[in-house]
Protein backbone atom coordinates (compact mmCIF):
# COMPACT_ATOMS: atom_id res chain seq x y z
CA UNK A 1 0.00 0.00 0.00
CA UNK A 2 1.16 3.27 -1.11
CA UNK A 3 0.80 6.61 1.58
CA UNK A 4 1.46 9.73 1.23
CA UNK A 5 0.92 12.03 3.96
CA UNK A 6 1.41 16.18 3.97
CA UNK A 7 -0.24 18.51 6.64
CA UNK A 8 -4.33 17.71 5.75
CA UNK A 9 -3.21 15.99 2.60
CA UNK A 10 -3.47 12.07 3.01
CA UNK A 11 -3.16 9.69 0.49
CA UNK A 12 -2.76 5.96 -0.16
CA UNK A 13 -3.61 2.82 -2.41
CA UNK A 14 -6.15 0.47 -1.13
CA UNK A 15 -5.88 -2.05 -3.82
CA UNK A 16 -5.73 -2.62 -7.62
CA UNK A 17 -7.39 0.37 -8.96
CA UNK A 18 -8.42 2.16 -5.98
CA UNK A 19 -6.87 5.19 -4.71
CA UNK A 20 -8.02 7.21 -1.08
CA UNK A 21 -7.49 11.19 -0.83
CA UNK A 22 -8.46 13.27 1.85
CA UNK A 23 -7.98 17.23 2.44
CA UNK A 24 -8.91 18.05 5.83
CA UNK A 25 -9.96 21.71 5.76
CA UNK A 26 -11.64 23.08 8.86
CA UNK A 27 -12.42 26.48 7.88
CA UNK A 28 -15.91 24.13 6.49
CA UNK A 29 -18.13 23.24 8.56
CA UNK A 30 -19.31 20.51 6.69
CA UNK A 31 -17.77 17.15 5.00
CA UNK A 32 -17.96 15.76 1.24
CA UNK A 33 -17.12 11.81 0.98
CA UNK A 34 -17.60 10.63 -2.55
CA UNK A 35 -16.83 7.28 -4.51
CA UNK A 36 -15.82 8.27 -7.91
CA UNK A 37 -15.78 5.34 -10.67
CA UNK A 38 -13.89 5.67 -13.62
CA UNK A 39 -14.54 3.50 -17.10
CA UNK A 40 -13.73 3.60 -20.59
CA UNK A 41 -16.79 6.26 -22.28
CA UNK A 42 -18.02 3.44 -24.59
CA UNK A 43 -21.18 4.04 -26.88
CA UNK A 44 -22.46 0.27 -25.52
CA UNK A 45 -22.37 1.00 -21.95
CA UNK A 46 -22.63 4.54 -21.69
CA UNK A 47 -26.36 4.71 -21.37
CA UNK A 48 -26.74 1.90 -18.65
CA UNK A 49 -23.57 3.23 -16.67
CA UNK A 50 -25.32 6.89 -17.02
CA UNK A 51 -28.42 5.40 -14.72
CA UNK A 52 -26.90 4.22 -12.39
CA UNK A 53 -25.14 6.63 -9.49
CA UNK A 54 -28.92 8.25 -9.14
CA UNK A 55 -30.67 4.58 -8.95
CA UNK A 56 -28.45 3.89 -5.98
CA UNK A 57 -28.42 7.02 -4.46
CA UNK A 58 -32.46 6.89 -4.29
CA UNK A 59 -32.57 3.60 -1.95
CA UNK A 60 -30.61 0.77 -0.26
CA UNK A 61 -31.76 -2.71 1.70
CA UNK A 62 -31.81 -0.68 5.29
CA UNK A 63 -33.64 2.24 3.91
CA UNK A 64 -35.41 0.69 0.79
CA UNK A 65 -37.56 3.35 -0.62
CA UNK A 66 -36.35 7.09 -1.37
CA UNK A 67 -38.91 8.36 1.29
CA UNK A 68 -37.13 6.37 4.57
CA UNK A 69 -33.17 6.96 3.02
CA UNK A 70 -34.96 10.53 2.78
CA UNK A 71 -36.11 10.80 6.42
CA UNK A 72 -32.47 9.20 7.83
CA UNK A 73 -30.74 11.85 6.03
CA UNK A 74 -32.57 14.32 7.34
CA UNK A 75 -32.49 12.84 10.52
CA UNK A 76 -28.60 13.57 10.08
CA UNK A 77 -28.88 17.41 10.44
CA UNK A 78 -29.92 17.39 6.89
CA UNK A 79 -27.18 15.68 5.07
CA UNK A 80 -27.34 14.44 1.42
CA UNK A 81 -26.48 11.47 -0.83
CA UNK A 82 -26.66 11.99 -4.63
CA UNK A 83 -25.39 10.56 -7.71
CA UNK A 84 -24.45 11.75 -10.69
CA UNK A 85 -22.18 11.04 -14.11
CA UNK A 86 -19.87 13.51 -16.38
CA UNK A 87 -16.88 12.69 -18.09
CA UNK A 88 -12.85 13.54 -18.32
CA UNK A 89 -11.90 13.20 -21.97
CA UNK A 90 -12.66 9.56 -23.28
CA UNK A 91 -13.41 8.23 -19.36
CA UNK A 92 -16.84 8.42 -18.29
CA UNK A 93 -17.19 9.05 -14.21
CA UNK A 94 -19.68 7.58 -12.18
CA UNK A 95 -20.28 9.42 -8.22
CA UNK A 96 -21.70 8.66 -5.20
CA UNK A 97 -21.64 11.79 -2.94
CA UNK A 98 -22.69 12.63 0.93
CA UNK A 99 -22.69 15.52 1.90
CA UNK A 100 -23.03 16.30 5.86
CA UNK A 101 -21.87 18.69 8.61
CA UNK A 102 -18.77 18.21 10.44
CA UNK A 103 -18.63 16.04 13.13
CA UNK A 104 -17.95 18.29 15.86
CA UNK A 105 -20.96 20.50 15.19
CA UNK A 106 -23.63 17.36 16.12
CA UNK A 107 -25.49 18.38 19.08
CA UNK A 108 -25.20 14.90 20.71
CA UNK A 109 -21.82 13.62 19.87
CA UNK A 110 -23.01 11.66 16.90
CA UNK A 111 -20.23 10.40 14.42
CA UNK A 112 -21.95 12.03 10.96
CA UNK A 113 -18.68 10.99 9.32
CA UNK A 114 -19.21 7.60 9.64
CA UNK A 115 -23.12 7.18 9.29
CA UNK A 116 -22.52 8.58 5.91
CA UNK A 117 -19.96 6.38 5.22
CA UNK A 118 -22.34 3.59 6.11
CA UNK A 119 -25.29 4.87 4.02
CA UNK A 120 -22.73 5.94 0.67
CA UNK A 121 -21.42 2.02 1.02
CA UNK A 122 -25.04 0.82 1.76
CA UNK A 123 -26.12 2.18 -1.52
CA UNK A 124 -23.16 1.54 -3.62
CA UNK A 125 -22.58 -2.49 -2.24
CA UNK A 126 -26.38 -3.01 -0.89
CA UNK A 127 -28.77 -1.91 -3.19
CA UNK A 128 -32.62 -2.97 -3.17
CA UNK A 129 -33.17 -5.94 -5.57
CA UNK A 130 -35.99 -7.37 -6.29
CA UNK A 131 -36.79 -11.28 -6.23
CA UNK A 132 -35.17 -11.55 -9.71
CA UNK A 133 -32.14 -9.77 -8.22
CA UNK A 134 -32.61 -6.44 -10.45
CA UNK A 135 -32.90 -2.72 -9.71
CA UNK A 136 -36.83 -1.92 -8.74
CA UNK A 137 -38.11 -1.01 -11.90
CA UNK A 138 -40.17 2.02 -10.43
CA UNK A 139 -36.67 3.88 -9.68
CA UNK A 140 -35.30 2.23 -12.74
CA UNK A 141 -38.47 3.97 -14.72
CA UNK A 142 -38.03 7.37 -13.42
CA UNK A 143 -34.16 7.86 -13.84
CA UNK A 144 -34.73 6.66 -17.67
CA UNK A 145 -37.46 9.42 -18.10
CA UNK A 146 -35.34 11.84 -16.10
CA UNK A 147 -32.07 10.98 -17.99
CA UNK A 148 -34.08 11.76 -21.44
CA UNK A 149 -35.64 14.52 -20.19
CA UNK A 150 -31.94 15.86 -19.68
CA UNK A 151 -30.74 15.10 -23.15
CA UNK A 152 -34.09 16.77 -24.33
CA UNK A 153 -32.86 20.22 -22.34
CA UNK A 154 -29.61 20.17 -23.96
CA UNK A 155 -31.06 19.69 -27.70
CA UNK A 156 -32.84 22.41 -26.58
CA UNK A 157 -29.97 24.80 -25.22
CA UNK A 158 -28.94 26.04 -28.60
CA UNK A 159 -25.43 27.19 -27.17
CA UNK A 160 -24.83 23.93 -25.62
CA UNK A 161 -25.90 21.75 -28.54
CA UNK A 162 -24.25 23.87 -31.07
CA UNK A 163 -20.87 22.87 -28.21
CA UNK A 164 -21.95 19.03 -28.23
CA UNK A 165 -22.26 19.23 -32.28
CA UNK A 166 -18.59 20.71 -32.82
CA UNK A 167 -17.30 18.14 -30.25
CA UNK A 168 -18.36 15.35 -32.02
CA UNK A 169 -17.15 16.36 -35.48
CA UNK A 170 -13.87 17.45 -34.03
CA UNK A 171 -13.48 14.27 -31.93
CA UNK A 172 -15.00 12.12 -34.19
CA UNK A 173 -14.99 8.05 -33.87
CA UNK A 174 -13.07 9.15 -30.16
CA UNK A 175 -14.98 8.13 -27.29
CA UNK A 176 -14.91 11.60 -25.96
CA UNK A 177 -17.53 12.76 -29.18
CA UNK A 178 -20.02 11.16 -26.66
CA UNK A 179 -22.00 12.31 -24.30
CA UNK A 180 -21.56 11.66 -20.89
CA UNK A 181 -25.11 10.08 -20.92
CA UNK A 182 -24.46 8.28 -23.89
CA UNK A 183 -27.17 8.59 -27.06
CA UNK A 184 -31.14 8.88 -26.52
CA UNK A 185 -31.79 5.64 -28.43
CA UNK A 186 -29.64 4.19 -26.24
CA UNK A 187 -31.04 5.29 -23.52
CA UNK A 188 -34.47 4.58 -25.06
CA UNK A 189 -33.65 0.97 -25.61
CA UNK A 190 -32.47 0.03 -22.12
CA UNK A 191 -33.69 -2.66 -19.51
CA UNK A 192 -33.17 -2.58 -15.82
CA UNK A 193 -31.09 -5.62 -16.61
CA UNK A 194 -29.06 -3.31 -18.21
CA UNK A 195 -28.45 -1.26 -15.50
CA UNK A 196 -28.16 -4.17 -12.80
CA UNK A 197 -25.83 -5.73 -15.31
CA UNK A 198 -23.67 -2.53 -15.07
CA UNK A 199 -23.73 -2.32 -11.35
CA UNK A 200 -22.03 -5.60 -11.47
CA UNK A 201 -19.39 -4.55 -14.16
CA UNK A 202 -18.16 -0.87 -12.20
CA UNK A 203 -17.61 -2.46 -8.85
CA UNK A 204 -15.35 -5.11 -10.86
CA UNK A 205 -13.56 -3.40 -13.61
CA UNK A 206 -13.63 0.47 -12.40
CA UNK A 207 -10.65 2.77 -11.37
CA UNK A 208 -12.17 4.43 -8.06
CA UNK A 209 -11.03 6.97 -7.00
CA UNK A 210 -12.50 7.57 -2.96
CA UNK A 211 -12.39 11.41 -1.91
CA UNK A 212 -12.86 12.72 1.19
CA UNK A 213 -13.00 16.29 1.98
CA UNK A 214 -13.96 19.20 4.35
CA UNK A 215 -13.77 19.03 8.36
CA UNK A 216 -13.81 15.08 7.76
CA UNK A 217 -11.30 12.77 9.40
CA UNK A 218 -10.52 9.64 6.87
CA UNK A 219 -10.18 7.31 9.16
CA UNK A 220 -13.96 6.14 9.98
CA UNK A 221 -14.35 6.27 5.51
CA UNK A 222 -10.94 4.82 5.19
CA UNK A 223 -11.03 1.81 7.41
CA UNK A 224 -15.43 1.34 5.84
CA UNK A 225 -13.70 1.00 2.51
CA UNK A 226 -11.17 -1.09 3.16
CA UNK A 227 -13.71 -3.85 4.74
CA UNK A 228 -16.34 -3.51 2.12
CA UNK A 229 -14.38 -3.32 -1.29
CA UNK A 230 -14.77 -6.58 -2.98
CA UNK A 231 -11.62 -8.27 -3.84
CA UNK A 232 -10.03 -9.36 -6.82
CA UNK A 233 -10.87 -6.59 -9.04
CA UNK A 234 -9.30 -6.39 -12.31
CA UNK A 235 -9.81 -2.41 -13.21
CA UNK A 236 -9.71 -1.35 -16.93
CA UNK A 237 -7.33 0.67 -18.64
CA UNK A 238 -8.66 3.98 -18.17
CA UNK A 239 -6.79 7.38 -20.36
CA UNK A 240 -7.69 9.88 -22.83
CA UNK A 241 -5.94 9.80 -26.09
CA UNK A 242 -4.47 13.06 -27.75
CA UNK A 243 -4.17 13.21 -31.32
CA UNK A 244 -2.40 15.54 -34.05
CA UNK A 245 -4.38 17.59 -36.32
CA UNK A 246 -5.75 15.72 -39.07
CA UNK A 247 -4.52 17.81 -41.82
CA UNK A 248 -7.92 18.78 -43.61
CA UNK A 249 -10.57 20.57 -41.83
CA UNK A 250 -13.59 19.41 -41.53
CA UNK A 251 -16.83 21.47 -42.07
CA UNK A 252 -20.40 21.35 -40.90
CA UNK A 253 -23.43 23.51 -41.23
CA UNK A 254 -26.91 23.44 -39.87
CA UNK A 255 -29.34 25.04 -40.12
CA UNK A 256 -31.95 25.46 -37.05
CA UNK A 257 -34.79 27.71 -35.83
CA UNK A 258 -32.64 30.46 -34.26
CA UNK A 259 -32.17 34.61 -34.26
CA UNK A 260 -28.30 34.08 -33.56
CA UNK A 261 -25.90 31.84 -35.84
CA UNK A 262 -23.13 30.12 -33.96
CA UNK A 263 -19.81 29.21 -35.00
CA UNK A 264 -17.20 26.98 -33.42
CA UNK A 265 -13.94 26.44 -34.22
CA UNK A 266 -11.96 24.07 -32.80
CA UNK A 267 -8.44 23.27 -33.12
CA UNK A 268 -5.97 20.27 -31.95
CA UNK A 269 -2.40 21.31 -30.48
CA UNK A 270 -1.27 17.15 -30.28
CA UNK A 271 -0.16 17.68 -26.74
CA UNK A 272 -1.03 15.48 -23.78
CA UNK A 273 -1.01 16.92 -20.28
CA UNK A 274 2.29 17.83 -19.30
CA UNK A 275 4.90 20.60 -18.64
CA UNK A 276 3.19 22.53 -21.84
CA UNK A 277 0.04 22.31 -19.97
CA UNK A 278 0.32 25.98 -18.27
CA UNK A 279 1.33 28.13 -21.42
CA UNK A 280 -1.34 26.29 -23.23
CA UNK A 281 -3.96 27.12 -20.43
CA UNK A 282 -2.70 31.26 -20.20
CA UNK A 283 -2.66 30.68 -23.72
CA UNK A 284 -6.53 30.41 -23.97
CA UNK A 285 -6.91 33.33 -21.66
CA UNK A 286 -4.78 35.63 -23.72
CA UNK A 287 -6.96 34.81 -26.98
CA UNK A 288 -10.55 34.83 -25.70
CA UNK A 289 -10.53 34.64 -21.82
CA UNK A 290 -10.40 37.66 -20.82
CA UNK A 291 -12.35 41.30 -21.18
CA UNK A 292 -8.61 42.17 -22.23
CA UNK A 293 -8.86 39.03 -24.61
CA UNK A 294 -7.64 39.44 -28.00
CA UNK A 295 -10.93 38.11 -29.14
CA UNK A 296 -12.83 40.32 -26.84
CA UNK A 297 -11.29 43.47 -27.62
CA UNK A 298 -11.17 43.50 -31.05
CA UNK A 299 -13.84 40.67 -32.72
CA UNK A 300 -16.13 41.58 -30.20
CA UNK A 301 -15.62 45.51 -29.21
CA UNK A 302 -13.94 47.19 -32.03
CA UNK A 303 -15.56 45.76 -34.78
CA UNK A 304 -18.44 44.25 -33.33
CA UNK A 305 -18.85 41.28 -35.27
CA UNK A 306 -19.92 38.60 -32.76
CA UNK A 307 -22.51 39.23 -29.63
CA UNK A 308 -20.02 36.78 -28.04
CA UNK A 309 -16.33 35.23 -28.62
CA UNK A 310 -14.86 33.38 -26.17
CA UNK A 311 -11.74 30.57 -26.39
CA UNK A 312 -11.54 27.69 -23.98
CA UNK A 313 -8.61 24.72 -23.88
CA UNK A 314 -9.38 20.51 -22.93
CA UNK A 315 -6.61 19.63 -21.12
CA UNK A 316 -7.59 16.38 -21.32
CA UNK A 317 -8.03 16.25 -24.84
CA UNK A 318 -5.67 18.92 -26.22
CA UNK A 319 -8.14 20.69 -28.17
CA UNK A 320 -8.97 24.52 -28.09
CA UNK A 321 -12.61 25.79 -29.08
CA UNK A 322 -13.37 29.20 -29.57
CA UNK A 323 -16.99 29.88 -29.90
CA UNK A 324 -19.46 32.47 -30.83
CA UNK A 325 -22.30 34.16 -31.66
CA UNK A 326 -22.29 35.95 -35.01
CA UNK A 327 -24.80 37.45 -37.97
CA UNK A 328 -25.03 35.33 -40.61
CA UNK A 329 -23.74 38.16 -42.73
CA UNK A 330 -20.83 38.57 -40.42
CA UNK A 331 -19.75 34.49 -40.47
CA UNK A 332 -17.06 34.88 -42.83
CA UNK A 333 -15.19 37.75 -41.76
CA UNK A 334 -15.70 36.92 -38.35
CA UNK A 335 -14.11 33.44 -38.81
CA UNK A 336 -11.23 35.63 -40.45
CA UNK A 337 -10.70 38.00 -37.71
CA UNK A 338 -10.78 35.15 -35.13
CA UNK A 339 -7.78 33.56 -36.76
CA UNK A 340 -6.07 36.48 -37.57
CA UNK A 341 -6.25 37.21 -33.96
CA UNK A 342 -4.73 33.35 -32.71
CA UNK A 343 -1.99 34.24 -35.99
CA UNK A 344 -1.18 37.70 -34.06
CA UNK A 345 -0.05 35.77 -30.67
CA UNK A 346 1.86 33.28 -33.27
CA UNK A 347 3.60 36.27 -34.32
CA UNK A 348 4.75 36.99 -30.81
CA UNK A 349 2.30 40.37 -30.76
CA UNK A 350 1.25 40.12 -27.01
CA UNK A 351 1.55 42.86 -25.15
CA UNK A 352 2.12 43.23 -21.57
CA UNK A 353 -1.54 44.04 -20.49
CA UNK A 354 -2.87 41.08 -22.52
CA UNK A 355 -0.76 38.67 -20.63
CA UNK A 356 -0.91 40.15 -17.33
CA UNK A 357 -4.29 40.23 -17.02
CA UNK A 358 -4.61 36.72 -18.74
CA UNK A 359 -2.18 35.64 -15.95
CA UNK A 360 -4.66 37.55 -12.81
CA UNK A 361 -7.30 35.89 -14.40
CA UNK A 362 -6.45 32.08 -14.29
CA UNK A 363 -4.41 32.32 -11.15
CA UNK A 364 -6.97 33.54 -9.32
CA UNK A 365 -9.42 31.50 -10.82
CA UNK A 366 -7.39 28.65 -9.34
CA UNK A 367 -7.00 30.10 -5.70
CA UNK A 368 -10.48 30.40 -5.61
CA UNK A 369 -10.56 26.09 -6.33
CA UNK A 370 -10.30 25.42 -2.47
CA UNK A 371 -12.73 27.28 -1.46
CA UNK A 372 -15.36 25.37 -2.59
CA UNK A 373 -15.50 21.57 -1.62
CA UNK A 374 -17.23 20.41 -5.30
CA UNK A 375 -14.54 22.22 -6.85
CA UNK A 376 -11.55 21.20 -5.19
CA UNK A 377 -12.63 17.38 -5.62
CA UNK A 378 -13.22 18.42 -9.51
CA UNK A 379 -10.11 19.25 -9.68
CA UNK A 380 -8.21 16.30 -8.19
CA UNK A 381 -10.61 13.86 -10.29
CA UNK A 382 -9.00 15.72 -13.60
CA UNK A 383 -6.07 15.29 -12.29
CA UNK A 384 -6.11 11.30 -11.81
CA UNK A 385 -4.53 10.14 -14.71
CA UNK A 386 -1.45 12.74 -15.32
CA UNK A 387 2.03 12.53 -15.16
CA UNK A 388 1.81 15.33 -11.63
CA UNK A 389 -0.62 15.96 -9.59
CA UNK A 390 -0.58 19.46 -8.70
CA UNK A 391 -2.69 21.65 -6.03
CA UNK A 392 -4.66 24.97 -7.37
CA UNK A 393 -1.71 26.70 -6.19
CA UNK A 394 1.17 25.02 -7.79
CA UNK A 395 -0.39 25.14 -10.81
CA UNK A 396 -1.26 28.86 -10.32
CA UNK A 397 2.01 29.35 -9.99
CA UNK A 398 2.81 27.68 -12.83
CA UNK A 399 0.78 30.04 -14.64
CA UNK A 400 2.51 32.90 -13.40
CA UNK A 401 5.73 31.91 -14.25
CA UNK A 402 4.84 31.07 -17.93
CA UNK A 403 6.61 33.75 -20.55
CA UNK A 404 4.96 35.11 -23.61
CA UNK A 405 7.48 33.22 -25.62
CA UNK A 406 6.22 29.82 -24.48
CA UNK A 407 2.43 31.52 -25.03
CA UNK A 408 3.46 31.94 -28.37
CA UNK A 409 4.68 29.15 -29.05
CA UNK A 410 1.47 27.29 -27.37
CA UNK A 411 -0.34 29.21 -30.20
CA UNK A 412 1.42 27.76 -32.99
CA UNK A 413 0.95 24.21 -31.22
CA UNK A 414 -2.82 24.84 -32.16
CA UNK A 415 -4.23 23.64 -35.62
CA UNK A 416 -7.28 24.53 -37.28
CA UNK A 417 -9.49 21.05 -37.62
CA UNK A 418 -12.91 21.45 -37.40
CA UNK A 419 -15.47 24.46 -38.04
CA UNK A 420 -19.42 24.03 -36.98
CA UNK A 421 -21.58 26.90 -38.11
CA UNK A 422 -25.45 26.84 -36.89
CA UNK A 423 -27.09 28.96 -39.10
CA UNK A 424 -30.80 30.31 -38.98
CA UNK A 425 -33.22 29.23 -41.60
CA UNK A 426 -33.67 32.25 -43.45
CA UNK A 427 -29.97 32.15 -43.70
Given amino acids: MGTNTTGHFYECTLGEGVHFRSIRDERFKTQRISVNMMVPLDRQTAAANALLPAMLARANRAYPDYTRLGQRLSELYGASLTGSVHKQGDIQVLSLTAVGIADRYALEGEKISAELTGLLCASLFEPVLDENGLLPEEDFLQEQRQTLELLESELNDKMQYA ?3 ATELLLEGEPAALSRCGTMEGVQQLTREDV ?6 VLKKAVIEI ?6 SPE ?20 SEVYPASGTVREKTESMDVQQCKMILGFRSGLPAGEKTPALKLMSAVLGGTPHSKLFQNVREKLSLCYYCSAQYNIGKGILL ?8 NLEKAREEILRQLEEIRQGHITQEELDSAKMSVANGMRTVEDYLGSTENWYLTQTFRPQILTPEE ?4 IEGVTAEEVQEAAKACVLDAVYVMKGLEE
Avoid at 196 to 201: G, I, R, S, V
Avoid at 322 to 329: D, F, L, P, R, W
Wanted: contains cysteine.
Fill in 211 to 216: MVLGDC
Fill in 395 to 398: FARQ
Fill in 322 to 329: IESGVEGK
Fill in 196 to 201: TAAWQE
Fill in 163 to 165: RRR
Fill in 220 to 239: PVLETARQRLPQNRQPLSCR
